[in-house]
């Protein structure tokens, strides 16, 4: 009886120990992967506050990639607006040697830098709404450049015919502006009150400089149209001139607010980079209090182990002992 006892205790203990052993094992690996099973009552308090430090990470992560977006938005936009001034400031230099060489004026060269203009303007625009430009029966946006080759293409296609001045200033109204003109039904179907914005935190938001259908950059785009058609023309020299001289003063008249738009986008990249700065020191404090929570320290595991062991041998001495007293009475 005695030896039965005995062999049935030792194998339990052998058994109970080997579970535990295999509890704590799993309880590390738990942890190190990331999991929070299997947790003892201490850390069982812990878990909302694990949840909690999780989920603060995972919204730090998404608003970490929304910064990141926003940074190339606005650098893409700051290059459109460099192109855009630089384009405005060698016109109006160019403008006045025009008079004393007036061949200039119609050159493959001109028509080019025209629309290298042009085409900045539509990516400003495109970029602002967040990809509004549209295609003849196609619901899918295209890359800024081949948006404005459709647009010129179409542009020259409608209004390719030769006109004077006033003329092409007319169609060119007729073809961008109101609901029913050709700018509008097949290009753009942009929303006054929509516009791309980055929420960069809970409580702020960064807006672009412009909204996508600006009447200020709209009128641009007009501006610079009829320049290349006036250019493809080529209208007589004298309207021409006068075509330039107009185009050069309203680009001009334009210059401040475009100047204007870069600088707060500089502060705009400033506020992007103290938002990265800080979000980064609240990812360590989170990652190092979800350290602290969920840390098991494996040097007093396997202490708390060995006494567990110590105990139960101690356990089944004194069961053991029992039994053989017990068997003694008994006999006796």
């Given at each position: 009886?005695?030896?039965?006892?005995?062999?049935?205790?030792?194998?339990?203990?052998?058994?109970?120990?080997?579970?535990?052993?295999?509890?704590?094992?799993?309880?590390?690996?738990?942890?190190?992967a990331?999991?929070?099973?299997?947790?003892?009552?201490?850390q069982?308090?812990?878990?909302?506050l694990?949840?909690?430090?999780?989920?603060d990470?995972?919204?730090?992560?998404t608003?970490?990639?929304?910064?990141?977006?926003?940074?190339?938005?606005?650098?893409?936009?700051e290059?459109?607006?460099?192109?855009?001034?630089?384009?405005?400031?060698?016109?109006?230099?160019?403008?006045?040697?025009?008079?004393?060489?007036?061949?200039?004026?119609a050159?493959?060269?001109?028509?080019?830098?025209?629309?290298s203009f042009?085409?900045?303007l539509?990516?400003?625009i495109?970029?602002?709404?967040?990809?509004?430009?549209?295609?003849?029966?196609h619901?899918?946006?295209?890359?800024a450049?081949?948006?404005?080759?459709?647009?010129?293409?179409?542009?020259?296609?409608?209004?390719?015919?030769?006109?004077?001045?006033?003329?092409?200033?007319?169609a060119?109204?007729?073809?961008?502006?109101?609901?029913?003109?050709?700018?509008?039904?097949?290009?753009?179907?942009?929303?006054?009150?929509?516009?791309?914005?980055?929420?960069?935190?809970a409580g702020?938001?960064?807006?672009?400089?412009?909204?996508?259908?600006?009447?200020?950059?709209?009128?641009?785009?007009?501006?610079?149209?009829?320049?290349i058609?006036?250019?493809?023309?080529?209208?007589?020299?004298?309207?021409?001139?006068?075509?330039?001289q107009?185009?050069?003063?309203?680009?001009?008249?334009?210059?401040?607010?475009?100047?204007?738009?870069?600088?707060n986008?500089?502060?705009?990249?400033?506020?992007l980079?103290?938002?990265?700065?800080f979000?980064k020191?609240?990812q360590?404090?989170?990652?190092l209090?979800?350290?602290?929570?969920?840390?098991?320290?494996?040097?007093?595991?396997?202490?708390?182990?060995?006494?567990?062991?110590?105990r139960?041998?101690?356990?089944y001495?004194?069961?053991?002992?029992?039994s053989?007293l017990?068997?003694?009475?008994?006999l006796?």
């Amino acid at each position: 009886m005695n030896l039965s006892f005995h062999t049935y205790a030792r194998a339990n203990l052998s058994s109970f120990t080997s579970q535990l052993k295999a509890e704590i094992l799993n309880l590390s690996a738990d942890l190190s992967a990331g999991k929070h099973t299997n947790l003892g009552k201490a850390q069982v308090v812990q878990i909302p506050l694990i949840q909690s430090i999780q989920s603060d990470l995972q919204n730090a992560a998404t608003r970490a990639i929304i910064r990141q977006d926003a940074d190339f938005f606005f650098t893409q936009t700051e290059l459109s607006l460099a192109n855009i001034t630089a384009y405005i400031k060698a016109e109006n230099e160019r403008v006045v040697d025009l008079s004393s060489a007036p061949q200039a004026m119609a050159t493959r060269d001109a028509s080019a830098k025209a629309e290298s203009f042009f085409t900045a303007l539509v990516g400003l625009i495109n970029r602002q709404s967040g990809g509004k430009f549209f295609f003849s029966g196609h619901q899918s946006h295209r890359a800024a450049l081949s948006d404005a080759k459709t647009i010129l293409t179409a542009l020259r296609q409608d209004l390719g015919a030769t006109y004077t001045a006033d003329q092409l200033n007319t169609a060119l109204n007729i073809w961008f502006d109101g609901a029913s003109a050709r700018f509008e039904q097949d290009f753009y179907h942009g929303d006054t009150n929509q516009h791309k914005t980055f929420q960069i935190n809970a409580g702020e938001s960064l807006s672009p400089p412009f909204r996508g259908n600006s009447e200020a950059v709209k009128m641009m785009l007009k501006t610079a149209a009829k320049l290349i058609l006036a250019i493809d023309a080529p209208v007589p020299a004298p309207d021409l001139a006068q075509i330039y001289q107009k185009t050069a003063a309203s680009l001009h008249g334009s210059l401040d607010n475009f100047q204007q738009a870069r600088a707060n986008l500089g502060i705009t990249h400033q506020r992007l980079d103290q938002q990265n700065a800080f979000a980064k020191n609240d990812q360590n404090a989170l990652e190092l209090q979800m350290a602290e929570l969920t840390d098991i320290n494996k040097y007093d595991a396997t202490v708390a182990l060995q006494d567990a062991e110590t105990r139960l041998e101690n356990l089944y001495l004194i069961t053991a002992k029992l039994s053989k007293l017990s068997l003694i009475h008994f006999l006796k």
